[in-house]
């Protein structure tokens, strides 16, 4: 196991503002937060990292844990600022939050999980898709994916942004992607919630069946500072689904953990 290497977007907003750090969800890339980047950025520093072998990362040289992620996030974000960051990811981005919470305590200000929980699917499920995926390539996982990731209506709605989405996910390295499957078959935070001090704020999409209500009320009730929200009309991915309502909620959380620290 070793920390891998990640790349982040440019950061964007203005130089002295917070720091504000997105992560990803399995398969796709910082376009994910593209269309709620811009919104944040009024009031925040932003940046969005790729997993390994995701985006513009390169491809993992081995396998890795979330606890690694996490790790790799620290070393990314650190020499950008000297204060704590705000921080917000989706699935395994939000999974990698979690862990940063609990092993870099004194770097995260604030985090938000979206459609993410202490613990997701099954870890025999996650080294099956790892294995097919070796086999196979991740476009064998285009057409579950699609199902898993959005809304019924969302893919009328925005044909070009979950298409890009979708090829994403067909671009994505195999082993890197069998890695973070891997990764997430070993990830259960669920006994070590109490110990996140940050106030977190747990977003979900009304047709999630990766982390529905469940997975989010677990999270809220098992930190110290937890609170949850519902997004309507958003499946696995709701920054690319309901983008408006996305960064309202995220941007209300922020405001609101700022104005109680001033």
């Known amino acids: 196991m070793s920390v891998p290497v990640l790349t982040a977007t440019a950061p964007v ?6 720091l504000l750090v997105l992560g990803p969800s399995l398969g796709t ?4 937060w593209e269309r709620v980047i811009p919104v944040l950025a009024e009031e925040y520093r932003v940046i969005a990292w790729d997993l ?3 985006g513009d990362a390169p491809a ?4 890795f844990t979330v606890d690694e992620l996490a790790d790799a996030v620290a070393d990314l974000v650190r020499p950008l600022t000297g204060r704590p960051i705000r921080y917000a990811g989706v699935s395994l981005g939000g999974a990698v939050g979690l ?13 938000a999980v979206v459609a993410s929980g202490a613990q997701l699917g099954d870890p025999a499920s996650w080294h099956a898709r790892a294995a097919q995926v070796r086999a196979q390539s991740t476009s064998a996982l285009i057409s579950a994916s699609a199902g898993r990731w959005f809304a019924p209506a969302s893919i009328a709605r925005e044909p070009e942004l979950t298409g890009r989405l979708l090829h994403a996910l067909q671009d994505a390295d195999d082993d890197s992607y069998a890695a973070c499957c891997e990764a997430l078959a070993a990830y259960d935070v669920r006994a070590d919630l109490g110990a996140i001090t940050a106030p977190v704020l747990v977003i979900w999409g009304e047709h999630d069946q990766v982390a529905p209500e469940a997975k989010a009320d677990e999270v809220a009730r098992g930190v110290g500072r937890g609170r949850s929200i519902r997004i309507d009309g958003a499946a696995h991915l709701p920054p690319a689904e309901q983008p408006a309502a996305v960064a309202a909620a995220l941007g209300d959380f922020f405001r609101s953990i700022d104005e109680e620290a001033a």
């Open 99 to 111: 862990t940063l919470a609990l092993r870099h305590p004194d770097l995260v200000a604030a985090l």
């Open 29 to 32: 890339s910082t376009i994910l």
């Open 60 to 63: 993992a040289s081995g396998p």
């Open 52 to 54: 390994p072998g995701h």
């Open 13 to 18: 907003g203005a130089s002295d503002a917070p």
